[in-house]
Nanobody, 128 residues
């Protein structure tokens, strides 16, 4: 059984940076993708970024392009989300997720239904 564990969240002043980590264990798939979503209070969970593990191809939500970077460490089976120039609107719980389908088109990964394993989430707070 696959487990995902996020870490790295916290309270950071606007303009600061954070790097979130998501370590996967129990992974036996040869092709997959790992994504990041976020959920602000009172809002739906929204797609942030995804990386196709085999190819390294990355996709981002338009709202985060230029400030967010998703990356991976193959040896550690860990995916990272670097967030720069933090804004109050970045405040949310950030979730990583695993999709067992690693070769689909970009828009497929925008939907939560593409993922079948989720981490517990890590809180990112950027005060006004």
């Amino acid at each position: 059984q696959v487990h995902l564990v996020e870490s790295g969240g916290g309270k950071v002043q606007a303009g600061g940076s954070l790097r979130l980590s998501c370590a996967a264990s129990g992974l036996t798939l040869s092709t997959y993708a790992m994504g990041w979503f976020r959920q602000a209070p009172g809002k739906e969970r929204e797609f942030v970024a995804v990386i196709k593990w085999s190819s390294g191809i990355r996709y981002y939500a338009d709202s985060v392009k230029g400030r967010y970077t998703i990356s991976r460490d193959n040896a550690k089976t860990t995916v990272y989300l670097q967030i720069n120039a933090l804004k109050p609107e970045d405040t949310a719980v950030y979730f990583c997720a695993l999709s067992p389908r690693g070769y689909y088109s970009e828009t497929y990964y925008y939907n939560t239904e593409a993922y079948d394993t989720w981490g517990q989430g890590t809180q990112v707070t950027v005060p006004q």
